[in-house]
Every structure is written in C-alpha cells, then in structure tokens.
C-alpha cells in the first residue's frame, strides 16, 4: 500500500519538557494554561510535556531541581491530516522512516484521531522535502 498523507506544518514552535513521575499535577498543569496544543504523558518513569510554544526555563524551579525538570525548546510539529482510521497501518513508519534515513531525529505524539511528528527546529525545512519527496504533501499554516 502507497501512502498519500496530507501533513500540516504548525507555524508555532513548541518546547518538550520532562519530570519526574512523582511531580504533583499542580505544578505542570498551570504550564498548558491558554495552549492552543499540548500533550501530557506520565509513565512510571517520567512524565512528558509537550508546549506549543517556546517557553523560558523553568517557572517551577523552586519546586523542582533544574537535573530534574529537562527542557528542550525548538521543536517543530507537522499534523497528520486526519482523523486516521485504527485499520491504516505503517504511518509512523513510513515518515520516521524516512526521516531517519536522513538522520532526523523525532519525536511523536499519537491521539485518536491522528499522529504528530515533531523534529527540531533546524531541520524543518529538510523534514518538509523528506515527506514530499516520498509523495506526500505539506501545508505550512
């Protein structure tokens, strides 16, 4: 099967964040306050954020040691057109894949509806020919 994915590039940019999985909700939830976009994980291991925006260093650092909150600014995130069926599959595959050929690193957010690709700011432009190249088309909103 030959995938045709319509991506959409957000124009925002995005910061990922990790805590420790022990962090009570009080302290991050007031950073996804007024987010057009975010994501929580929480796993025994960590919990992720994921900000659409650039956000500065920590506004909870009195209450969390900078080795324990991991910030990482300047993210990117394309939108797989969706809502995609549960029966497709290989999606993330096939643009992880070819973004790995190119050494891109990623990472993914996966809802209901649809998967999200993020890549560091510096290689947007790389990861946008990437997914054209292997026929897919890219809105930049």
């Not at 057009?36 to 925006?53: G, N, R």
């Not at 080795?67 to 595959?93: N, Q, T, Y």
């Amino acid at each position: 099967m030959t995938l045709k994915l319509n991506l959409e590039l957000d124009a925002l940019p995005y910061t990922i964040h990790r805590l420790p999985p022990q962090t009570p909700a009080s302290v991050y939830l007031p950073l996804v306050d007024n987010q057009a976009w975010y994501s929580i994980t929480k796993t025994a291991e960590e919990i992720s954020l994921v900000i659409s925006h650039a956000y500065p260093s920590t506004p909870s650092s009195a209450l969390l040691p900078n080795d324990e909150h991991k910030i990482s600014p300047s993210w990117r995130c394309f939108k797989v057109a969706g809502p995609l069926d549960f029966s497709l599959v290989g999606i993330m595959a096939n643009l992880s894949g070819a973004l790995a050929e190119e050494k891109i690193s990623v990472f993914v957010v996966s809802t209901y509806d649809t998967d999200y690709i993020l890549v560091k700011e510096d290689k947007v432009l790389e990861a946008k020919r990437v997914f054209e190249s292997i026929g897919h088309s890219v809105a930049v909103l």
